[in-house]
Structure formats: structure tokens, C-alpha cells
């Protein structure tokens, strides 16, 4: 059709304005007259690199080995390569991650309505804002047990964590006071002035006893928005990493050795855990860049 001449300009369609009409498309044509798709699919193209995809997809597999945590996206693996000295881009990490079945799970999302805030909860330095909240497991010897969290908004350093049978307002608090004596130094009225306590609207943290604790050390209270857990995500998402790489996939016989599972946690993550937003510097490393003489301190 497209070499037909028009009889009112004696010229041929072409190819452009018959697809134009037909509405399709003109590489359609081309590989048609070609005879169809190749038998191998497309690969990417331009140089692959100094490293072969086989070689590569190796070394992928060998950084999710040695990383202590479970869960790790195409990001953070880049990432700990060009700390190997391993130089290769995002996007082919992200390639040869979903061709081998290398990506970490994703839960399938809801349908949100509209959005309670659109801000942001990170904080701009270290010590600004910290979030607070618990979650629940099991041990088999003395049944259920809370775990309480304190979390850094500015840097996601986990600042402070522990475990009890009970989920009341003296449990809750105990992160707090873990965090004020390795942060600020000092166990005394107004010691952390001006920081803000971000946590949600459970009993433990709206008793009276939880809001003057606070207010002896100088902290504002920062409730969430009721029904919107995003506004206390800080908290959300290190909860999120602590069932996935520890809760979820060891067993324990008592709360004390919970306890101590914990502690070493909190340790592990604060010096491997990569942050993203921060350069995929470890918190503990985020917060030397705000303020390296405050640990010294």
C-alpha cells in the first residue's frame, strides 16, 4: 500500500502515512519485512564492562552471603560492590539481580486514601527527633514478649532497645533512658532539652507517667497522626528490619536471652546497616559526619 500512487499528487503514500492511518506502528512493519523476531531476545547493549554478567552475578551472590542482614535490595548490593571495588551501575545491578531471582521479596500494597501529611519525619541533624514503639514475639519458654524500640529520625541509628514480658508505660520508657545515658552522658532534668519523642497513641505512651518522664528530660511529645503509621515511619522501618533478620528467623528459650539477642542487634545494625539517604553510610557513620566528637564525648 505504501508504494500505491495517489491519483491527485502522483506520488506514493509511503510507509509513515499508511501506518499513520492504520495506526500502527512503523517498526512493526520493518520487522515484518525482515521476517519476524530474531530466535535469541535483545541484550542489552553497549560494552558489558570489565566484568562478564556470570562473573558478576557471582559476586552478587557472594555480598548477600556475607551480609548479616536478610532483605537487602539492588541499592544497598551495588553499594557494598563499589566498596569491594567491584564498579558497576545500579540499573545492571537491578538486571542481573531479577534475572537470577536475587531481589528480596516484596509485600504486595493496599489502595491509601488520601494522604494525612504530606511532609517529611526525617530530621535535619542528629538528636532532633527520635521515634519509639514495640512489637511482639514469642519465646518458648516464657511466651510472649514485647520489644521495645528507640530510633534516630535524622540518622536511623537505633539509640535505644529492649525486651520484657509486659508492654507497660515503665517498659516503654526504657529505650528512652538507654538512649539519654549513651547520647547525652548525663541521667538529669532538661538533659535532652529541645528533642521531640515521635510514637504512636498506645496506653503506654499516653499515660501520664510516659508524658512526664519526657517532660523531666526536656523532650516534647510528638504523637502521630491516629490511623497513619507513615507519620511515625522511622520507628516502622527498623521494626520492619528487626523481624526480617532477627525476630522472624531465630528461635528464643527466654526474654533474658531475647535481651541479649537484641543488644547485639542493635550493635550489628548501627555499624553494617546501610542508609541511602546518607550516601549508604552506616547510621553509626551518619552520625560521625553531623557530629564526630559527640560519641568521644
Request: net charge positive.
Amino acid at each position: 500500500m505504501s508504494n500505491t500512487v495517489s491519483p491527485s499528487c502522483e506520488k506514493p503514500y509511503g510507509v509513515a502515512r499508511v501506518c499513520l492511518v492504520w495506526q500502527i506502528a512503523r517498526s512493526t512493519v520493518y520487522s515484518h519485512r525482515v521476517g519476524g523476531a530474531p530466535d535469541t531476545p535483545p541484550a542489552k547493549r553497549g560494552p558489558i564492562g570489565p566484568m562478564s554478567d556470570e562473573n558478576l552475578v557471582k559476586e552478587i551472590r557472594a555480598v548477600l552471603d556475607a551480609s548479616p542482614f536478610h532483605g537487602e535490595g539492588h541499592r544497598k548490593v551495588w553499594a557494598r560492590l563499589r566498596f569491594a571495588e567491584i564498579r558497576t551501575s545500579k540499573r545492571r545491578t537491578l538486571r542481573l539481580m531479577r534475572e537470577n531471582n536475587l531481589l528480596a521479596p516484596v509485600r504486595v500494597g493496599h489502595p491509601h486514601g488520601p494522604r494525612t501529611h504530606d511532609g517529611t519525619i526525617v530530621a535535619a541533624a542528629p538528636d532532633v527527633m527520635w521515634g519509639t514503639d514495640f512489637t511482639t514475639t514469642l519465646t518458648t519458654q516464657e511466651g510472649n514478649a514485647h520489644v521495645f524500640i528507640a530510633v534516630d529520625h535524622c540518622t536511623a541509628e537505633c539509640v535505644g532497645i529492649h525486651a520484657a514480658k509486659g508492654g507497660n508505660r515503665f517498659e516503654a520508657l526504657e529505650p528512652i533512658h538507654q538512649a539519654v545515658k549513651e547520647i547525652f552522658g548525663r541521667f538529669e532534668a532538661g538533659a535532652a532539652s529541645g528533642l521531640a519523642i515521635r510514637h504512636d497513641h498506645g496506653s503506654a505512651y499516653m499515660s501520664d507517667h510516659f508524658q512526664t518522664e519526657l517532660a523531666f528530660f526536656g523532650m516534647s511529645s510528638s504523637p502521630a497522626f491516629i490511623r497513619a503509621p507513615e507519620g511515625n515511619g522511622c520507628a516502622e522501618r527498623f521494626i520492619r528490619t528487626l523481624k526480617e533478620n532477627l525476630l522472624w528467623v531465630h528461635h528464643f528459650d527466654t526474654i533474658e536471652q531475647l535481651r541479649a539477642a537484641l543488644l547485639e542487634f542493635k550493635k550489628v545494625y548501627n555499624e553494617y546497616w546501610l542508609i541511602e539517604r546518607h550516601g549508604f553510610l552506616t547510621p553509626a557513620q551518619a552520625r560521625e559526619t553531623f557530629n564526630p566528637s559527640r560519641r568521644a564525648a
